[in-house]
């Protein structure tokens, strides 16, 4: 049974740091994809950052270009995000998706619908202050 646990999330005030975890039971990073979302009530749920586990490169939303870094750590199974210089705008509920390397042969990495092969967390909550 495949199980995706986020943990990291937490209150800052703008212009601070968190670090979200991603740890994979079940399934290898490295043998897939894995990608950070996030959703606002009444909002659609949205691609931040994804990672390819096979050949470690990344894609990253223009809202998180400069400020946010996805990375994994094969040993532990795990991939990170990596936020600083955070925004009001960025309080979400953030998600880890992952998803065998075949979902990725048509389907964008930042693209929600392309993790339905896949599976995902159940969320952590980000939320900055002004």
């Known amino acids: 049974q495949v199980q995706l646990v986020e943990s990291g999330g937490g209150s800052v005030q703008a212009g601070g740091s968190l670090r979200l975890s991603c740890a994979a039971s079940g399934f290898t990073f490295s043998s897939g994809g894995m990608g950070w979302f996030r959703q606002t009530p009444g909002k659609e749920r949205e691609g931040v950052a994804a990672?390819?586990?096979?050949?470690?490169?990344?894609y990253l939303d223009a809202s998180a270009k400069g400020r946010f870094t996805i990375f994994q750590e094969n040993a532990k199974n795990t991939v990170y995000l990596q936020m600083n210089s955070l925004k009001p705008e960025d309080t979400a509920m953030y998600y880890c998706?992952?998803?065998?390397?075949?979902?990725?042969?048509?389907?964008?990495?930042?693209?929600?619908?392309?993790?339905?092969?896949?599976?995902w967390g159940q969320g952590t909550q980000v939320t900055v202050s002004s």
């Open positions: 990672i390819d586990g096979v050949s470690g490169k990344v």
């Open positions: 998706a992952a998803a065998p390397a075949a979902a990725f042969r048509y389907g964008p990495y930042l693209n929600r619908y392309t993790y339905d092969s896949g599976y």
